[in-house]
């Protein structure tokens, strides 16, 4: 017997809502390997192919801990290609995404389709043109932390429907539990989080519902959360020194102003989006309350994260990733401003009312302008002209014509974009093919700054089809380390990169030793000091890392490289990049060998 709330969707709505996630999902495009997260591929890739990289110390000799997903990737590569495979499921996820954000709108307010076309219209442009915080929200691609993000939000969907069941807690038991076996840092923040909805909500679930819920989340984590608590048994003495790595690595998870400069004032500006939708219009509906408590204890969580980390500089709790929190408080405050916005159209109330929330809402419109120009732009188009049907009879149609005019005006935006949008994801897929006319029309009207993020620059793309053309499977390389898409891209094995780092202690104390040795710096203490270090490598440099490390060739970035290796044989260049064969003139010596207990039988 289907639910009441099944049942109370008429036929159009649910065309409607079908066809607006399928266009969201489509018009953030499939970007396969973007970024520099294309290091979590890595793992299932060498499970589907041990040869895969065998010669590359991060990928084949250190402990990866996203298993679940490890498992996802191989099981992916299985079925086909890989770029292609992962588009499909990718492209599942973020019509789940949206799907998620539809029920929790419904469960805020009562005619919830005109609060969602406003809703994709935000994230859309907040999640696809910017970054949350500095970590993106949900990257175009499949990434653990992408998979977790949704699935939690999934999760508080399925909570907040119309009335609590004990099928539909299991439910959201099972998408909990599998956010946080895609990502440790959800295995420890949900208990919390879920302490804090269920102290706000006593008398919503039954101990049936408690336990209905708990069974499938206890099931999934519980094996997840004690293999992670027994690989991170760090020792005597281990927490001071991995502090000390993770504050050299990643200080964005510790330090005031990396956090402040990272983007904590683009979250400024959707907290404030939030409050002031709140302010516009409290949600009362049946399920409000279990999406305004998540809310609230995702904001206690994150405040806890804070203050641990920038007051009391806990190292353990620094490693949670804070900013994930942040991404999802960012997306609820920015669906309370949507449905907000979404019912003053809609509105008509007594002039008192309505002139303090449009006021509000001429705010709310400044700061999202000021968060981002484009979505405040695209908002304001279409608000005022709604604003003014909806207050005056505009073909004899009154206050009614506003929903449709601003139906019929957003779906023909996001019609638009996916159609700007797909072509261009599929141009991503090269090496893979996809270099189409229609791909190129869209590459020549993007803009370069997103070209940047989306896709490698021309000269990169060549340096890595010559590589994969010109040099052995099994040929190592000394790269820039910043290039984070070499590995995946290139398809060869290098000695070390900036994002590569592992997550056991000694694992990341060989990270760091072979940093400073790639780099040429004895201590170094920041990523531009590595990075500047690097320029300078010359060809006897060059040797004794061919010497230490079994190198065979290094890649340097022509115009700004500063070290002679004129004596070394060049055999690529191109406008930005050129590779040297460095001569083979002795053996590796013992120093090339990994810590003991890192081999391939402890990684698997």
Request: glycine letters at 8%.
């Amino acid at each position: 017997m289907k639910s009441e709330w099944i049942r109370s969707w008429r036929p159009p709505e649910r065309l409607g809502v079908g066809l607006l996630c399928l266009l969201f999902a489509c018009s953030l495009g499939v970007h396969y390997g973007v970024s520099d997260q294309n290091t979590y591929l890595l793992s299932g890739l060498r499970m589907a192919a041990p040869s895969f990289l065998a010669g590359d110390w991060f990928a084949s000799e250190t402990v990866h801990h996203h298993a679940a997903f490890t498992y996802l990737i191989y099981l992916l590569q299985g079925m086909g290609p890989l770029p292609w495979t992962s588009a499909v499921f990718y492209l599942l996820f973020k019509t789940l995404l949206a799907f998620s954000a539809y029920v929790i709108l419904r469960a805020l307010y009562d005619r919830p389709f005109l609060p969602f076309l406003f809703s994709l219209i935000i994230l859309y442009m907040a999640v696809g043109n910017t970054s949350i915080l500095s970590h993106p929200f949900f990257v175009p691609w499949l990434l653990p932390a992408g998979i977790a993000s949704t699935l939690f939000l999934a999760g508080v969907a399925a909570l907040s429907c119309a009335a609590p069941m004990p099928s539909r807690c299991a439910l959201a038991g099972a998408l909990f539990g599998l956010s946080g076996l895609f990502h440790g840092t959800f295995l420890f923040m949900i208990p919390l989080f879920l302490g804090g909805v269920w102290v706000a909500l006593p008398r919503r679930f039954s101990r049936r519902e408690i336990i209905a819920f708990l069974v499938p989340f206890l099931v999934l984590t519980l094996p997840s959360v004690w293999s992670v608590l027994v690989r991170f048994d760090l020792g005597e003495h281990a927490v001071e020194r991995l502090d000390a790595l993770l504050r050299f690595r990643a200080p964005h998870h510790y330090l005031p102003r990396n956090w402040g400069t990272a983007g904590f004032a683009l979250f400024a500006g959707h907290a404030a989006l939030g409050i002031i939708g709140l302010l516009m219009r409290w949600p009362r509906t049946p399920g409000s309350p279990v999406v305004l408590s998540a809310a609230a204890s995702l904001s206690g969580l994150f405040i806890l994260m804070c203050f641990c980390t920038l007051i009391l500089f806990i190292p353990q709790v620094a490693m949670l990733e804070p900013f994930h929190f942040v991404a999802l408080l960012s997306c609820f405050g920015l669906l309370f401003f949507a449905g907000a916005v979404a019912k003053e159209v809609e509105s008509q109330g007594d002039a008192a009312s309505r002139l303090r929330r449009l006021i509000l809402l001429g705010l709310g419109l400044l700061v999202t302008c000021w968060t981002n120009r484009i979505v405040g732009l695209v908002l304001v188009i279409l608000i005022i002209p709604c604003l003014i049907a909806a207050r005056v009879r505009f073909f004899g149609q009154g206050p009614k014509f506003a929903p449709r005019f601003l139906t019929w005006g957003t779906l023909l935006f996001l019609t638009g974009l996916t159609g700007f949008c797909f072509p261009l994801s599929m141009a991503s897929f090269s090496p893979y093919g996809a270099d189409y006319a229609l791909c190129r029309w869209v590459r020549s009207h993007t803009p370069p700054q997103i070209l940047a993020t989306l896709l490698p620059f021309r000269p990169e793309s060549d340096l890595y089809r010559w590589i994969r053309a010109a040099t052995p499977q099994d040929a190592r390389f000394v790269a820039p380390l910043k290039m984070d898409r070499f590995r995946l891209n290139a398809g060869r094995s290098i000695v070390v990169d900036w994002k590569g780092f592992p997550y056991r202690l000694q694992d990341s104390e060989e990270w760091y030793r072979r940093i400073a040795t790639v780099s040429g710096t004895s201590n170094p203490v920041s990523q531009q000091e590595v990075v500047q270090g690097y320029l300078s490598l010359d060809a006897e440099r060059a040797r004794a890392l061919a010497r230490t490390f079994d190198v065979q060739y290094v890649v340097v970035v022509a115009p700004q490289h500063l070290g002679d290796l004129s004596t070394l044989d060049k055999v690529y260049e191109n406008a930005l990049f050129r590779v040297y064969r460095i001569p083979s003139d002795s053996p590796p010596s013992p120093s090339s060998a990994t810590q003991p207990g890192t081999g391939e039988s402890e990684n698997r």
